[in-house]
């Protein structure tokens, strides 16, 4: 079983705080609206999906705190939903299960009472979940494929059951393989400033009995070079209609040097993550994030404070540098432009 990353129980949404991991791993309850949009800009919760299901259930939470004067859900929903979307910049995912949330209060029939409102807004969420889940296993069942026996994989960040409601995309591709009873190797970038990989991945699949390697970021070139690696596989928190990919800052630098050593490289994502709006990764939105998080690594100072810092959240990885992106319906590969098109149009 996965870690249960975001739960819904009962009406309480509560998650696993990520910037404990992996020393202490606590559950936190994000009790109002405020809580789940510092959650998410905090990443206490993160990973593209994750974020999309958590601020789906955060509209949830946000309609229930006032459900006593509550005059109109599609008004409500709409303000809850413009706040949440504040929360992050890249990650499609957010504006994808917060533009659900709104068609679904938007199509509620204008008898309807607050409290049938509620509950088809809660049930929309609750599918936005679901359906997460089912595509986690899908993403996983046709990328397994791509994992020889005895493989060598690196990836960045954690694009694994934190980032989801399941067994997560890149990460997906590795349990299944496991289930499968294929032996094979990964290779986890530690992924700076905030160690999403060091931290998370390594947590995750040392949990799962999968054997793991932490390497410093700066390290990639040199485990390629020896032999290590024969894949690399990470996930996307945007994708454009022509198959640029962005992702997890650093993950260009791997997409090209995977190029130099004639490694594939391939991304792993749900069609929740296409944004079919742009057209080329150039128009891809990319956070950037407190200069602290690089001069004060994890409470120690990292770099003078005088120091100034560039701290772009995600980087831009060119179509041309990409074999192959897992989703749920099977394996797009190049010319992206249509087998995109023909992908969401399943
Ligand atoms: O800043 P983060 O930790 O939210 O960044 C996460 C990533 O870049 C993941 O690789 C991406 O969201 C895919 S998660 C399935």
């Known amino acids: 079983m996965p870690v ?11 998650i696993i705080d990520q910037t404990q991991l992996p020393g202490t791993h606590t559950r936190i309850t ?24 958590c601020a789906a259930f955060g509209v949830v939470v946000a309609l229930k705190a006032r459900v006593n004067d509550l005059q109109n859900v ?64 899908a993403i996983g069942e046709h990328g397994a494929a791509l994992i020889e026996e005895g493989a060598g994989i690196l990836t960045h960040c954690n694009a694994g059951a934190l980032a989801t409601s399941d067994y997560g995309t890149a990460l997906a591709t590795m349990y299944v393989a496991a289930d499968r009873g294929r032996q094979f190797h990964v290779y986890a970038d530690e992924t700076r400033p905030l160690l999403q990989g060091a931290r998370l991945t390594a947590w995750e699949l040392t949990d799962a009995g999968i054997p793991v390697t932490v390497i410093c970021d700066n390290m990639a070139a040199q485990v390629m070079r020896e032999g290590r ?16 990919v962005a992702n997890k800052i650093g993950t260009y630098g791997l997409a090209v040097l995977a190029k130099a050593h004639g490694i594939p490289f391939y991304v792993a994502a749900p069609s929740s993550t296409f944004d079919l709006s742009i057209q080329s990764g150039e128009d891809i939105p990319i956070e950037q994030r407190d200069a602290e998080e690089v001069r004060n ?3 120690r ?28 319906h099977g394996i797009l590969i190049p010319p992206y432009t249509e087998s995109i098109q023909r992908h969401l149009a399943e």
Request: a negative charge; one cysteine or more; aromatic letters at 6%.
């Open 4 to 14: 249960e990353t975001i739960r819904w129980s009962d009406g309480q949404l509560t």
């Open 30 to 53: 994000l009790a109002n609206i405020d809580d789940v949009w510092g959650a998410i800009k905090q990443l206490k919760v993160r990973g593209a999906p994750a974020i999309g299901v």
């Open 74 to 137: 599609a008004a409500a929903t709409q303000e809850a939903a413009d706040y949440l979307a504040t929360s992050r910049p890249t990650a499609v995912n957010l504006f994808w299960a917060l533009d659900r949330m709104r068609r679904r209060a938007e199509s509620l029939p204008p008898s309807s009472t607050c409290e049938e409102g509620l509950a088809a807004l809660e049930k929309e969420a609750v599918a936005i979940f679901e359906e997460d889940r089912a595509l986690c296993r």
């Open 229 to 244: 690696i024969s894949m690399v596989i990470v996930g996307a928190d945007r994708i454009a209609a022509n198959g640029d």
């Open 297 to 299: 690594g994890f409470g």
């Open 301 to 328: 100072r990292t770099a003078p404070e005088a120091a100034d810092v560039y701290n772009p959240a995600f980087d831009v990885t060119p179509a041309e540098l990409i074999a192959g992106i897992v989703t749920e």
